[in-house]
């Protein structure tokens, strides 16, 4: 009965995700992988939902020990989240290193981790606390990760983006002479140019995060089905494309898609934050 059940509830699934939504993971896209909610497959069924529809990269908010295992012997890569509230104590090296021993050293012999997100929208909220523990995280998570060995197999960053999606004329960049007609691009590009400005040009930038809602409060009339099916299908176009930005044309975009499911329990009051999904 429970195997019914999964093809049952897999079948569902594939008629609510359209068919370019299932080409877009064949070019290596990522997707966001999140659990607050109350009505979400196991992990073990979502390894087989997952693989069966070519998904091979997710990103984590968290190490969810049962989720990595669900995963192990796949050939789906991991980026796992180190959460906001360690960032009290990873700055402490010795307590950078006891998380690394505890949520990512144990799965390595079996499961894709090759990456770790420290914090998550920190900078969006108002805990100033957080904000300067950030950069002595990830220093000391970095630290560890050489110390134990890892840190040509695991990365870490801290990265998000969204982009304007609707047909415009777009404007040019008065420093650079470069046409911009969407925020990603704009956004990716300004962030390559803090780098180099810093005396870097070896450092990688990841897109973790970008979606659209498909409902919103009433004052978010653009939190619509067609919008968000607009610009998934506009980020589908870049990713098949292998584009670049205006900056880097030569460089495609690594990108994780916002979200697989709808979390109904997420703590915010707007609707928006509760619906993101890809598949319903």
Sequence with gaps: MASCFLCLRVLVLFLTLSDSFVLIFSHGVGINYGQIANNLPS???????????????VKLYDADP????????????????????????????????????????????LTRI??????????????????????????????????????????????AFSYHFSPNQGMIDPNTNLHYDNMLFAQLDAVYAAIKAMGHTDIEVRISETGWPSKGDPNEAGATPENAGLYNGNLLKIIEEKQGTPGNPSVPIDIHVFALFNEDLKPWSCIREKLWPLLS
């Design 43 to 57: 992990p073990s069924r979502v390894s087989v939902l997952l693989q069966s529809l070519n998904i091979s990269r």
């Design 114 to 159: 090759t990456c770790i997100t420290v914090g998550n929208e920190v900078f969006s909220g108002n805990d100033t606390q957080a904000m300067s523990n950030l950069l002595p995280a990830m220093k000391t998570v970095h630290d560890a990760l050489v110390n134990l060995g890892l840190d040509k197999q695991v990365s870490r960053y801290h990265c």
């Design 66 to 109: 049962n989720v990595l295992a669900a995963f192990s012997n796949s050939n789906v890569e991991f980026i796992i989240g180190l959460g906001n509230e360690y960032l009290q104590n990873t700055p402490d090296p010795l307590k950078a290193q006891t998380w690394i021993q505890q949520h990512v050293q144990p799965y390595l012999s």
